[in-house]
């Protein structure tokens, strides 16, 4: 969406409301701040939000929804693949990515 139509807004609430629905859905809710990246640092934007924990989730088995809030805002712009860039498939069956960006 356009500037101010309430994306960051949206990625807050999403990650509060799947956090509070964890007992139906079992799902790990992990949102990342795009604007905090490069496009190169993008493709390590994963381990780099999860630190030591990245690991402890995997064997958690629990799928896991990334929400990349902020996708065009990256510092320097380039659009790095985030899927493969960060090894998306290696987390447990039923993880998720959920991207905001502006429409540009």
């Known amino acids: 969406g356009d500037a101010g139509t309430g994306k960051t807004t ?13 007992a139906a859905r079992k799902a790990i ?8 990246y490069t496009a190169r640092a993008a493709e390590n934007c994963i381990a ?10 995997k064997e958690l088995g ?3 929804v990334f929400i990349f809030d902020g996708y065009d805002e990256l510092a320097g712009g380039g659009y790095p693949r985030l899927w493969k860039a960060n ?14 960006c502006r429409p540009e």
């Open 29 to 36: 809710p992990v949102r990342i701040e795009m604007r905090r």
């Open 87 to 100: 090894k998306l498939d290696d987390f447990p069956a039923g993880t998720k990515a959920i991207i905001t």
């Open 62 to 64: 629990l799928p896991i």
């Open 10 to 22: 949206l990625s807050l609430l999403l990650t509060k409301w799947l956090w509070q629905d964890f």
């Open 48 to 57: 780099d939000a999860l630190g030591d924990k990245g690991a402890k989730l």
